[in-house]
């Protein structure tokens, strides 16, 4: 395919003979943003360290553009943005300097560099700061630098570590359009604890759990699951669970507070239309019917105490 950008083959890594990795295998095309999600000691760092070469896989390989990380490094490298979590800034610079010094590591030509640093500060929205020394901006611009210099060699593959950590409402909301807009013609791998922020930001989620991928889908495969199969009907003259159990598809019925039902419903039926039929029929005043969602943080919780075996064919 042309337009793989990330190629993740059984990646494994050991630290003294424990698998910190394991066996992790996933693609990623050019336009993707990618949330990267899993409890602490999950495996993402180790993950994200040997997708950006600065770590060995145990076996398995990396591919960048189809160029293999292992042989040839440096190609493959080039094509990498990175911003680790812990900001890699020298904050004596102006943001001009700074910029100037990382498109000088990142290999720019010399007679890009002018360019270029331009370029990520206009899409940073940076202009209007770069003569201003990066000690003396508010933690949102820095991180906004932090992504400038990941983005100066216009790379295919950016990959942020936690990039909205310890920001306020208002910075989060700005570096997640920004994210959003780089994802649009690079890739884009994410990590983070937040999830709310996986649904807003990215279209691809992977989840990893004691070193193996336990989810690796869609963002609309997640949100589904989140849905499930359950719906919270507001009553004002309540059935017995078991007028409910009576419709076709309805597998448990359950009373809550203040008139309201639980009703759980078997996969591919959709019961909806005939409990609103019954509720007329049999007038229980029905007031209220909606999906009863489940948190995204269940879900997490959920997909990370379950068995591995149930991972997604990762989507080329
Ligand atoms: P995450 O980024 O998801 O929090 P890590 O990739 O940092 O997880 O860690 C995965 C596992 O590997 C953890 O059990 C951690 O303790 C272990 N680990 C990470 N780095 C090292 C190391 N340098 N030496 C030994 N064990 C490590």
Redesign the pocket.
Same mark, same amino acid.
Do not use: D
């Given at each position: 395919m042309t337009n793989l950008t990330v190629e993740a083959i059984e990646l494994t890594?050991l630290? $003294?003979g424990?698998e910190?990795?394991s066996n992790v295998s996933f693609n990623l095309t050019q336009g993707q943003v990618l949330g990267f999600l $899993?409890?602490?000691?999950?495996?993402?760092?180790?993950?994200?360290?040997m997708l950006t070469g600065n770590l060995a896989p145990s076996a398995g390989s990396v591919k960048i553009c189809g160029i293999d990380m292992i042989e040839n490094p440096k190609e493959a490298k080039a094509l990498i943005g990175y911003l680790p979590e812990m900001r890699p800034l020298y904050k004596e610079f102006t943001v001009d300097e700074y910029l100037t010094i990382a498109a000088r590591l990142h290999r720019v030509a010399s007679r890009n560099i002018k360019k270029a640093v331009e370029t990520a500060k206009e899409r940073c929205g940076l202009t209007h700061m770069s003569k201003r020394l990066i000690e003396n901006l508010s933690n949102g611009y820095q991180q906004r630098v932090g992504i400038a210099q990941a983005i100066i060699h216009n790379p295919m593959v950016v990959i942020l570590d936690e990039p909205t950590v310890g920001l306020d409402p208002i910075q989060i909301r700005d570096i997640r359009t920004l994210i959003r807009e780089i994802g649009t013609d690079h890739s884009v791998i994410l990590?983070t604890h937040i999830l709310p922020e996986v649904e807003m930001v990215c279209d691809h989620v992977q989840i990893?759990d004691k070193?193996k991928l336990v989810f690796n889908g869609g963002i609309d495969v997640l949100k589904r699951q989140r849905v499930g199969n359950k719906l919270l009907i507001g009553f004002n003259n309540a059935p017995a669970p078991a007028d409910l159990l009576q419709i076709a598809g309805v597998s448990e019925a359950e009373t809550l507070e203040n008139n309201m039902m639980r009703v759980r419903f078997a996969e591919n039926t959709t019961p909806h239309e005939s409990i609103v039929q019954a509720a007329v029929k049999n007038g229980w005043g029905l007031y209220q019917i909606a999906p009863d969602q489940t948190s995204l943080e269940d879900v997490f919780v959920q997909l990370t105490y379950q068995d591995a075996a149930a991972v997604e064919t990762p989507v080329a």
């Open positions: 890594r630290y $003294g424990r910190a990795v $899993g409890p602490n000691g999950a495996g993402k760092s180790t993950t994200m360290k990590s990893i070193g």
